[in-house]
Structures are given as C-alpha cells and as structure tokens.
C-alpha cells in the first residue's frame, strides 16, 4: 500500500502470511511487501538471517518482531485500534474468538502442511500419498466444529466479519488450493465463497499473481 509504512511483511504466495496481509487490506493499515519464492530457505537463503526459522510470515513493526499469522492479526487489532476486527475480552463471544483463532492454525492448517509435504515438497523418494491422504482425511475431519458452528451463522462471532474469520478463512483457502473443496460441507462452501468475494481478499490474492514467483503450491 501508501507511503512511510512502519510495518514490512515477508510473504509467500497462497502461504499463511496471506492472513496478516489480508488483515491489513481489510484495515487500510500501510505496509511494505517482500514478496518469497516458496520455500524461502531453499530459495532465497539469505532470508535466514532475517528470519532463523526460514518461514513465512515474517513481519516487523519498529521494534516488534512477529513470526505467526494469527498471532499478528490479533496483534493489528489490539496495536492499531482496529477494535471493530476483533472481540473485546469482556464480550460474551470472546472465549468463542479466542478458540477460532487458534483453532485456525493449530487443528485446520497444520494437518495440511503435512499434506503438503508429503505430497510435493519431499523429493520423490520421500514423497508419501498414502500419509498425505491420511494428512487430508484428518483436515476434513478437524472441519466438523465449523461445519456446526456455521449453521445459521455468516460469520464466526458476533454476526460480523472479524479477524477470526480471516485466520480460519485462509485455512479453508488452503484446503481448497490443495484441492479439498469437493469435500467441503454446504455450510463450509457457502462461508468460503463469501470471504473469497470480499475486496481485501481479492487484493491480496492479486498483490501475487503475474509475479512469477515459486508458488506453496
Ligand atoms: N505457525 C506459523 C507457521 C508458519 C509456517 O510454517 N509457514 C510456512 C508457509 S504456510 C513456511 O514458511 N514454510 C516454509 C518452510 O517450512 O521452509 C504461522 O501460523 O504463521
């Protein structure tokens, strides 16, 4: 975006940094983009002296150092006053906000990354279809909270659209990058196709395409 950002983020396309990215289109708040080829260790080596750890996101803010996509969504609203993207802690919803958070990446996008891996990322000796399948099944699985959750519901708390629905969004993204739409329930199609529809959404996606950079998938 605009001009003097304080904030720069590393990314990766279709990669988790899409959370925070997504989050700050949402919120207008200006940024600069380091746009990876995936994965940045084998590709851009020199990443690893910024981040040790080698992944995507990787956002800086002054001082502050982030290196979890949720974790700097939450972080955005409470920093910049973004209150009308988050819960407040004394809201009846909150604990609901707080568990869709994490559940976003620790049960919906961490059975994918196996996924991925054992799919594309291993070289073929190591290449697995059979764990990878067992990878998607457990996904899909991890997926029945939200398919219940959403009956009825547009959003995930307080009938508007806050960052808890970009965290566990992106997860379903992924899914359906890695091509897991058709198992998808009708409450989890519908709730996906409308966050797809939403500008920020779209903005991130585009600040990618054409870029020809090594893609997560
Ligand atoms: N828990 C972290 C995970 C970050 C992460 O593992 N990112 C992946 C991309 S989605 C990555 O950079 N992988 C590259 C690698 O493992 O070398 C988060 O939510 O941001």
């Not at 290196?67 to 819960?87: A, D, N, P």
């Not at 997926?143 to 959003?155: A, I, S, W, Y």
């Amino acid at each position: 975006m605009k001009s003097d950002p304080q904030i720069k983020l590393w990314h990766c396309d279709n990669a988790r940094s899409l959370r925070p990215l997504w989050a700050m289109e949402e919120m207008g708040i200006p940024y600069e983009l380091e746009v990876l080829p995936f994965p940045p260790r084998f590709f851009q080596k020199e990443f690893l002296e910024v981040n040790p750890l080698g992944t995507v996101p990787y956002f800086t803010d002054g001082d502050a150092r982030m290196t979890e996509s949720s974790g700097i969504c939450h972080y955005l609203v409470e920093r910049y006053g973004k209150s009308e993207f988050g819960i407040a802690a004394d809201h009846a919803e909150y604990a609901d906000y707080l568990n869709w958070m994490y559940h976003s990446d620790a049960t919906l996008t961490f059975p994918q990354t196996l996924y991925i891996r054992y799919m594309f990322l291993e070289p073929d000796e190591r290449k697995n279809p059979g764990v990878a399948e067992d990878y998607a099944k457990w996904f899909i699985a991890r997926t029945k909270l939200l398919t219940q959750h959403l009956e009825g519901r547009e959003f995930l708390c307080d009938g508007r659209f806050t960052i808890a629905d970009i965290a566990v969004g992106y997860a379903l993204y992924l899914g359906k990058v890695n091509g897991f739409a058709e198992r998808y329930s009708g409450n989890i199609t519908r709730y996906l196709s409308s966050l797809e529809a939403r500008p920020a959404f779209k903005r991130s996606l585009a600040l990618t395409a054409n870029r020809n950079v090594k893609s997560l998938l």
